[in-house]
C-alpha cells in the first residue's frame, strides 16, 4: 500500500504486481461506501496482466488513516490528486455505487483525464433510506447487517455476505454515515448527458440498493454507453460473478483499444 497526502488527508492505492510501468494503460479502482481496495481483488488479479491497474482506498477507508469526507465533491478532488500523481495517462476509471458517483461526476469536471468509464451498481442519483442514515448513529452493527443483507443476492453463498459485514463494521461509524450522506446528497440527473467517454454499466440482476433500472436509465443518457445486467449477483456483482464480470469490461476494454488502432 502506497499513500499520499491530499488536501490533509490520506489516500492509499495498491498496484498490481508489476506496478506502473511504461507503455501500459492504466486503470483505475474506486471503491463504494464503507468499502476498500479489496473489493477489487478479484479484478486487481485478472487485470494485472495486461494493464497497469491501481486501487484506490479513499481517505478514512481501508488501510487509509484520517477522516472520510461527506460530499461525492470532497472525494473527487481526492481522486484528481492521485491522478495528477501517477505516471502516464488513465485509460479507464471504474466507481462501485459512492466510487461511480465520485468518478461521474471527475468525468464531468475533469474529462481529459478520463479515457472511458466502468460504473457498477450506480447511478446519477443515489438516495439513501433515512432509517439507514438514523441507524447508523445508534445500531452500528445492526444497520451494516441490514446493508449488506440488500447488497448481496439471494443465491450468494452466506461466506461471502459475512465478510462483506464484517469488512464494513471496520469502517469508523462516521466515515460509513459520511459516505452514505454523501450519497444520498448525490445527483448528476440533469448532467448525465454530459459524460463523454465510453462507458459501461455493470448491474446485478438482483441489485437492491441501485436496482437495473438506474443503469438502464443512465444508458438511455449517456450518448456512448452499453449496459451489462449479470445473473445471480446483486450490488457486489463484482465480487458474487467476478469471472463473468471480469468477462464482459474485458470485451469493452478490447472494443476501445479496436478503435484506437
Known amino acids: 500500500m502506497q499513500f499520499l497526502e491530499s488536501h490533509g488527508k490520506q489516500i492509499g492505492y495498491v498496484t498490481g504486481r508489476g506496478g506502473i510501468a511504461e507503455g501500459r494503460k492504466t486503470l ?17 488479479q485478472f487485470f494485472q496482466k495486461s494493464y497497469n491497474v491501481v486501487m484506490v482506498d479513499l481517505p478514512g477507508h481501508g488501510d487509509a488513516e484520517s477522516k472520510g469526507e461527506d460530499s461525492v465533491e470532497a472525494y473527487a478532488a481526492h481522486l484528481l490528486y492521485l491522478i495528477r500523481s501517477l505516471p502516464g495517462e488513465v485509460f479507464c476509471l471504474f466507481g462501485h455505487s459512492l466510487g461511480g458517483a465520485i468518478v461521474q461526476l471527475f468525468a464531468l469536471l475533469h474529462p481529459r483525464h478520463v479515457e472511458a468509464l466502468v460504473l457498477v451498481g450506480t447511478g446519477a442519483r443515489l438516495r439513501v433510506l433515512p432509517a439507514i442514515l438514523a441507524g447508523l448513529k445508534g445500531r452500528f452493527e ?42 444520498d446528497r448525490f445527483d448528476i440527473m440533469d448532467r448525465l448527458g454530459d459524460i463523454q467517454a465510453p462507458t459501461l454499466l455493470v448491474c446485478g440482476e438482483d441489485d437492491q440498493l441501485t436496482p437495473p433500472k438506474y443503469a438502464h436509465y443512465s444508458a438511455e443518457t449517456i450518448r456512448d454507453s452499453r449496459l451489462e445486467i449479470i445473473d445471480d449477483a446483486g450490488h457486489m456483482v463484482m465480487l458474487e460473478q467476478p469471472e463473468e464480470f471480469n468477462r464482459r469490461v474485458t470485451e469493452f476494454l478490447q472494443s476501445l483499444n479496436a478503435n484506437t488502432r
Request: charged share 20%.
Open 28 to 44: 483505475i479502482f474506486v471503491h463504494g461506501s464503507g468499502g476498500s481496495h479489496l473489493h477489487w481483488n478479484y479484478q486487481r
Open 142 to 183: 445492526e444497520t451494516v447487517r441490514l446493508i449488506n443483507d440488500y447488497a448481496f443476492s439471494k443465491k450468494t453463498p452466506p461466506d461471502l455476505i459475512q465478510r462483506g459485514i464484517e469488512a464494513m463494521l471496520r469502517t469508523p461509524p462516521v466515515v460509513l454515515h459520511g459516505d452514505l450522506s454523501a450519497c
